[in-house]
């Protein structure tokens, strides 16, 4: 289970209200998801399947916000409220984009470095997805990183799997800029079919992982904010 939320806009007093306009597509619980909701200023994505909790199962969850070109988190790995209302988290918020995402994980299984979204430089990231075997090309995923990249793989979710195959996929002189804090936002300096290209070569890579591995094709969708 996990949803993602997002928006980009030029008026960071509007911000706030944009979460109130779809609060209930917003609202999460341990035993439900309802339908997803699109607009052209905000997306959120829910996945399609019904879920029953077990006793060990919680909800996690994680913002990534823009202000003044600055990039700020609140994550929380761990979140005893449900149902939970992602909207209450987001409404004081004054940003011109946003990245958000909650998620069903084991008690335990995340720490706040490892809670989506997560950061590299001014990048954001999420994934839409899971699979109970990722554990098994995280090793294959790890060697084929660069060393400056391997340090920042500390776990073993789709996220972090899939966000640190996009990093090694990119120009290496813009990803060098995009790891600077003091830069503007990587998006004002990575072009757009670059971004595309190790998106699709990021896709590639990690279902060539699972078909070394045996293992069905990973099912989910990669946010970049």
């Not at 399609?48 to 996690?60: E, F, G, I, P």
């Not at 998620?103 to 720490?111: A, D, E, F, P, V």
């Not at 699979?131 to 972090?160: M, N, Q, Y």
Request: with cysteine.
């Amino acid at each position: 289970m996990a949803l993602t939320f997002a928006f980009i806009g030029n008026r960071a007093d509007l911000g706030p209200l944009i979460p109130q306009a779809v609060e209930s597509s917003l609202t999460v619980t341990l035993n439900s998801i309802s339908s997803s909701h699109d607009s052209s200023d905000a997306a959120s994505t829910r996945d399609d399947a019904t879920v029953s909790a077990k006793s060990n199962d919680q909800l996690a969850w994680g913002v990534g916000f823009y202000q003044v070109d600055e990039v700020l988190l609140r994550r929380r790995p761990t979140e005893s409220r449900s149902p939970f209302r992602l909207a209450d988290e987001l409404r004081e918020l004054r940003c011109h984009a946003l990245l958000a995402h909650v998620c069903r994980t084991k008690s335990g299984s995340l720490r706040t470095e490892t809670t989506p979204p997560l950061r590299f430089g001014n990048l954001l990231f999420a994934c839409q997805g899971t699979s109970p075997h990722l554990g098994a090309i995280r090793t294959s995923v790890s060697d084929s990183l660069p060393d400056f990249l391997r340090s920042h793989l500390k776990g073993d979710t789709f996220t972090e799997l899939a966000g640190s195959i996009f990093l090694a996929e990119l120009p290496r002189p813009d990803l060098e800029r995009t790891s600077s804090r003091s830069s503007r936002p990587a998006f004002g300096m990575l072009e757009p079919e670059a971004i595309r290209a190790a998106l699709r070569r990021t896709f590639e890579r990690l279902d060539r992982f699972t078909e070394e591995t045996k293992l069905d094709r990973l099912n989910g969708g990669i946010w970049v904010h």
